[in-house]
């Protein structure tokens, strides 16, 4: 369970997120959908525990994120907006370098690595270079990252940009499957791609939740509209 | 401990793998050769000068250790020092850069661990670059009666003041999102710690006495002519111990918001 209290992080008068409070239920999904600049990164961010709340509380699966920073990391699977990676590693390696930093033993963490790949069908990719992937092979890359380690709690930052078709089905067949043992929080601008799958939608604006739906009533309003931007117009009135 | 391990193997896997690296280690080995037979052809002239003499004085005879040995370490301090900011400016700029960081802040490594396993990887591979260019020199050991004191301090010397001018890199790296800055910024401040000895040698007084205890060159003296001061060796190993605690000071301070 995601337990947001009044979390604030302020990086200008008007920039950040402003007295943000959420509950998201163990084992469920949710979106949290805005425009740029609305602070749905920031958010994820702070969650993830890389970024200081100026103030608020928040917890993720009973541990406190102020308390309990290296602990909660250990549950945490994060996918930034800008997938990280060393140009120079191929697939494989990168894996198996933050497998090992996560502190995953070895042959455990080849078996994980190889199940990972196959699922998200980059097996045959494993030993290509970094710099020479799409972006959307280097999004599915970021996401295997995340999942490494079994998280409990996944923090998704646009995980759908860059993927093509079948990625974003894969994807999407994973998450499902993911989410009967993770908490799941993913930001995105286009709720068509995920709002299926959600339990739960936040709708974000200006650093502030200016609305929140449940997944079946999100569907409801993705039949009639087609981006979100028609739902955060939806969420404003 | 094995976190730590992983990191250094990976910054010296991208050692291995980037071919810039090569070229560094290729470069570095290449001038100091070149420096390493210019010193050891001016000294075969000295000799032959000196042989020519109708009399000839034992106390200016030419000294090997003195005219190539010091000689070659003195200025290979200089080649590392012009070198070591290419090889420190990725260690946390370009974790930044890659936008790494924030995995390995969200790894089993703690703070204290990352920027230790930084030093260990930056120091490994300076390592390999002094023992690749102390070859020649020490190979001199093989081929004349050279003193063996005064080449083993004056690689020990050259080892202990490249490790303080990485300490200064990785700190301008740790300040830095940007490699090509982080690599700037430290090549002025190793180049100032560098000319400080300039004015330290015809200077008196207490100005003389403070800018001669904060030069590395004055310092590396006593380890060039063959002799193991305290004092000398206190002032590097508190160099790098600052640069490191700097380092983990400000990687602490930044790092809560990558």
Same mark, same amino acid.
Request: proline content about 3%; glycine content about 6%.
């Given at each position: 369970?995601?337990?947001?209290?009044?979390?604030?992080?302020?990086?200008?008068?008007?920039?950040?997120?402003?007295?943000?409070? &959420?509950? !998201?239920?163990?084992?469920?999904?949710?979106?949290?959908?805005?425009?740029?600049?609305?602070?749905?990164?920031?958010?994820?961010?702070?969650?993830?525990?890389?970024?200081?709340?100026?103030?608020?509380?928040?917890?993720?699966?009973?541990?406190?994120? $102020?308390?309990?920073?290296?602990?909660?990391?250990?549950?945490?699977?994060?996918?930034?907006?800008?997938?990280?990676?060393?140009?120079?590693?191929?697939?494989?390696?990168?894996?198996?370098?933050?497998?090992?930093?996560?502190?995953?033993?070895? @042959?455990? $963490?080849?078996?994980? !690595?190889?199940?990972?790949? +196959?699922?998200?069908?980059?097996?045959?990719?494993?030993?290509?270079?970094?710099?020479?992937?799409?972006?959307?092979?280097? +999004?599915?890359?970021?996401?295997?990252?995340?999942?490494?380690?079994?998280?409990?709690?996944?923090?998704?930052?646009?995980?759908?940009?860059?993927?093509?078709?079948? +990625?974003? +089905?894969?994807?999407?067949? !994973?998450?499902? @499957?993911?989410?009967?043992?993770?908490?799941?929080?993913?930001?995105?601008?286009?709720?068509?791609? &995920?709002?299926?799958?959600?339990?739960?939608?936040?709708?974000?604006?200006?650093?502030?939740?200016?609305?929140?739906?449940?997944?079946?009533?999100?569907?409801?309003?993705?039949?009639?509209?087609?981006? $979100?931007?028609?739902?955060?117009?939806?969420?404003? !009135? | 401990?094995?976190?730590?391990?992983? =990191?250094? %193997?990976?910054?010296?896997?991208?050692?291995? *793998?980037?071919?810039?690296?090569?070229?560094?280690?290729?470069?570095?080995?290449?001038?100091?050769?070149?420096?390493?037979?210019?010193?050891?052809? /001016?000294?075969?002239?000295? #000799?032959?000068?000196?042989?020519?003499?109708?009399?000839?004085?034992?106390?200016?005879?030419?000294?090997?250790?003195?005219? *190539? #040995?010091?000689?070659?370490?003195?200025?290979?301090?200089?080649?590392?020092?012009?070198?070591?900011?290419?090889?420190?400016?990725?260690?946390?700029?370009?974790?930044?850069?890659?936008?790494?960081?924030?995995?390995?802040?969200?790894?089993?490594?703690?703070?204290?661990?990352?920027?230790?396993?930084?030093?260990?990887?930056?120091?490994?591979?300076? =390592?390999?670059?002094?023992? =690749?260019? /102390?070859?020649?020199?020490?190979?001199?050991?093989?081929?004349?009666?050279?003193?063996?004191?005064?080449?083993?301090?004056?690689?020990?010397?050259?080892?202990?003041? /490249?490790?303080?001018?990485?300490?200064?890199?990785?700190?301008?790296?740790?300040?830095?999102?940007?490699?090509?800055?982080?690599?700037?910024?430290?090549?002025?401040?190793?180049?100032?710690?560098?000319?400080?000895?300039?004015?330290?040698?015809?200077?008196?007084?207490?100005?003389?006495?403070?800018?001669?205890? *904060?030069?590395?060159?004055?310092?590396?003296?006593?380890? =060039?002519?063959? *002799?193991?001061?305290?004092?000398?060796?206190?002032?590097?190993?508190? %160099?790098?111990? %600052?640069?490191? /605690? %700097?380092?983990?000071?400000?990687?602490?301070?930044?790092?809560?918001?990558?």
């Amino acid at each position: 369970m995601i337990s947001v209290n009044g979390i604030s992080k302020k990086y200008s008068k008007d920039s950040g997120i402003f007295d943000l409070s &959420f509950e !998201i239920e163990s084992n469920s999904l949710a979106l949290l959908l805005g425009p740029n600049g609305a602070g749905k990164s920031t958010c994820l961010k702070v969650l993830s525990t890389l970024s200081k709340p100026d103030s608020g509380a928040a917890s993720m699966n009973g541990l406190d994120l $102020l308390n309990n920073k290296n602990k909660l990391q250990e549950i945490i699977g994060y996918v930034p907006e800008l997938i990280p990676h060393y140009s120079e590693f191929t697939i494989y390696e990168i894996l198996s370098f933050l497998g090992d930093i996560r502190g995953i033993e070895k @042959k455990e $963490l080849d078996l994980r !690595i190889k199940k990972i790949l +196959q699922e998200f069908d980059l097996l045959k990719f494993q030993h290509k270079l970094c710099s020479d992937l799409s972006k959307g092979m280097l +999004q599915t890359v970021g996401i295997c990252q995340a999942i490494l380690h079994k998280p409990k709690v996944l923090l998704l930052d646009e995980p759908g940009s860059g993927l093509d078709a079948t +990625q974003l +089905q894969n994807f999407i067949r !994973i998450l499902n @499957k993911l989410k009967k043992t993770t908490s799941i929080l993913i930001s995105t601008h286009y709720a068509s791609s &995920f709002a299926f799958l959600a339990d739960r939608v936040l709708f974000m604006k200006g650093g502030r939740i200016v609305d929140t739906l449940s997944g079946a009533d999100c569907r409801k309003s993705i039949s009639s509209l087609d981006n $979100l931007y028609g739902l955060s117009e939806v969420a404003n !009135i | 401990m094995s976190s730590v391990k992983s =990191l250094v %193997l990976k910054d010296l896997f991208s050692y291995k *793998v980037t071919p810039v690296y090569y070229f560094f280690v290729a470069a570095i080995f290449c001038i100091s050769a070149f420096i390493f037979f210019n010193l050891f052809g /001016s000294f075969n002239a000295q #000799v032959v000068e000196y042989l020519n003499l109708p009399v000839r004085d034992s106390r200016y005879a030419p000294n090997l250790n003195y005219s *190539v #040995v010091s000689s070659y370490f003195n200025a290979l301090l200089f080649v590392i020092l012009l070198f070591t900011p290419f090889i420190t400016m990725k260690s946390f700029a370009g974790e930044k850069n890659s936008g790494m960081l924030s995995m390995l802040l969200l790894s089993k490594l703690s703070n204290f661990q990352i920027v230790l396993a930084k030093f260990i990887s930056v120091l490994i591979f300076l =390592l390999l670059i002094l023992f =690749l260019s /102390s070859i020649l020199p020490f190979s001199l050991i093989f081929f004349s009666d050279i003193e063996i004191g005064p080449v083993v301090t004056g690689f020990v010397g050259v080892l202990i003041a /490249s490790m303080s001018f990485s300490g200064i890199g990785i700190l301008c790296s740790a300040c830095s999102k940007n490699e090509f800055f982080a690599a700037i910024t430290s090549l002025f401040a190793l180049f100032f710690f560098y000319i400080i000895h300039a004015p330290a040698e015809n200077m008196d007084g207490a100005l003389g006495s403070v800018l001669k205890a *904060v030069s590395p060159l004055w310092q590396v003296k006593d380890f =060039l002519r063959g *002799v193991v001061g305290f004092a000398p060796l206190v002032f590097f190993i508190s %160099l790098f111990l %600052l640069t490191f /605690s %700097l380092t983990f000071v400000f990687f602490q301070k930044r790092n809560c918001d990558v």
